[in-house]
């Protein structure tokens, strides 16, 4: 076993331990693979959906949007009210390895972007986003990842050392805004590749 260098072990939620898509939720609404990929790219698009992330409230993001497009107002609303849908599930290995290092006693920390009000319904849905010892969620924070705030909000609020936090994350430009604010930081890829990361910071996996 090599020397520890990390303390604190962070996980981003989507795309690392929630596995979630919208299409799991619109193959039912809009069996047509080209409509549904227009409607997810052109109508409600990710960069409508971080809006949310950042703290807009859902009701007034529905809204907006089905005025802009009333044709479409029934899928708009579907995107709120079913948003539990493209929620699948957890990844079970990468749970493995979260629920380990709790067991090692190594303290477990969320940094996601993700709308407040959903994240409530995550949480109430999956058990273990309840475990983490500490959350900073996008949506409460009014900021999102690669803003060097949020990580700055993580690092303040539990006293944590950067250069002694790991943190993981599916998307590159989250990892490089980690390290830009002195994280320890590696792209999430699978749960096998993550555990060998730990392992060679010295963490009892």
Known sequence: MSERTIDTVVFDIGGVLLDWSPDYLYAELIPDADRRRHFLTTIATPEWNARQDAGRPWAEAVAELSSLHPEHSEWIEAYDAGWLKMAKGIFGDTAEVLTELQGHGIPTYALTNFSAEKWAVAKEAFAI????DGEVVSGHEQTIKPDE?????LLDRFDLDPARTFYTDDMQYNVDGARAAGLDAELFTNAATLRAHLRTRGLPL
Do not use: E, N
């Open 129 to 132: 986003l309840r475990t983490f």
């Open 149 to 153: 705030k949020i990580y700055r909000i």
